[in-house]
């Protein structure tokens, strides 16, 4: 399936901006069951300077600055992609499906590249840190030593969409991933990022997956330009087989209604734009994501 996919971001400022530096996330990943068809990015008023590079976690990042005065600035993602989630490996038929806690742990020793690479995941990063008790036990009532990583991470995965209320004004940015715990409330990047915390409480490697997901009308209806959001789940590693998506907010293993834009440690290495101004006042922002079937 071939998607179309916009994502405006628009800042209005009540005093103006004299200079601004930006670093833009937003161009979807090409990758197994995903290929990059398009990609375009506009940016009002006209950056002075701009240029495109690839980060440490391989997402491609665009660093912009504006040195003249202006009261909004626009910016404006347009895709087009290719999801064909049947190139996936299928961990369900896959021997790796039984490879428990235990194996993992041991794995997870080793010094060979994909091991190494996926070690980084493993320990606390910025949003996730001093994982407490109520966490860890959260997580051990799934995770058990001889149990398949797979299985337990699909139970986490079901029990954080039982257990946590969909609650978009309850949280921002933030929110430490304790005050989310303890209040069970949140969005789907609270979600991720208590998963991720629980799968390292128990030594696994697990990542932050950032991007957008298809949303279906209901019957009859028609789609609303602007419904889709950002969305975020997590990713965890099982050695000899690789990387596995799971969505909490969504009680569903990814396919082709999840587009990849990137991933890292949590949320803080992938906002889809971050950026410090020069100015006083107060600003405003809106944000608008539309993701459509391309005919």
């Known amino acids: 399936m071939v998607f179309k996919l916009s994502h405006t971001t628009s800042y209005k400022y009540e005093n103006g901006v004299t200079f601004c530096h930006n670093i833009a996330t937003l161009k979807p990943k090409t990758m197994i069951g995903q290929t990059l068809i398009d990609y375009k990015l506009?940016?009002?008023p006209t950056p002075t300077e701009i240029s495109e590079k690839v980060d440490f976690f391989g997402n491609t990042v665009t660093r912009f600055s504006i040195q003249k005065h202006h009261n909004e600035l626009k910016v404006t993602a347009i895709s087009q992609v290719l999801k064909d989630s049947s190139l996936l490996p299928n961990i369900i038929s896959n021997p790796a499906r039984h490879i428990t806690l235990q194996d993992a742990l041991v794995a997870l020793k080793g010094h060979d590249t994909d091991i190494l690479?996926?070690?980084?995941?493993?320990?606390?990063?910025?949003?996730?840190?001093n994982i407490n008790s109520e966490i860890k036990d959260y997580a051990e009532v799934s995770f058990?030593?001889?149990?398949?990583?797979?299985?337990?991470?699909?139970?986490?995965?079901?029990?954080?969409?039982?257990d946590f209320e969909f609650d978009p004004e309850f949280t921002n940015v933030a929110t430490p991933i304790h005050e989310v715990m303890k209040e069970k409330k949140g969005v789907c990047q609270d979600f991720a990022q208590i998963a991720i915390a629980c799968l390292r409480s128990v030594g696994l490697a697990a990542k932050y997956v950032s991007g957008y997901i298809e949303t279906i009308p209901p019957a009859?209806?028609?789609?609303?330009?602007?419904?889709?959001?950002?969305?975020?789940?997590?990713?965890?590693?099982?050695?000899?087989?690789?990387?596995?998506?799971?969505?909490?907010?969504?009680?569903?293993?990814p396919k082709n209604q999840h587009i990849?834009?990137?991933?890292?440690?949590?949320?803080?290495?992938?906002?889809?734009?971050?950026?410090?101004i020069y100015s006083t006042g107060k600003n405003k922002m809106e944000v608008s994501v539309d993701i459509r079937p391309s005919i």
């Open 144 to 162: 058990k030593p001889n149990r398949s990583v797979f299985d337990a991470s699909y139970e986490l995965m079901q029990r954080i969409y039982k």
């Open 260 to 276: 990849v834009v990137s991933w890292g440690r949590d949320y803080y290495d992938v906002p889809p734009l971050k950026g410090v």
């Open 117 to 129: 690479d996926a070690k980084q995941f493993a320990f606390e990063s910025v949003l996730i840190s």
């Open 220 to 253: 009859g209806k028609e789609k609303l330009v602007g419904a889709d959001a950002s969305h975020a789940w997590f990713s965890v590693y099982i050695p000899t087989f690789g990387w596995v998506d799971f969505d909490p907010t969504n009680n569903q293993i």
């Open 42 to 44: 506009e940016i009002s």
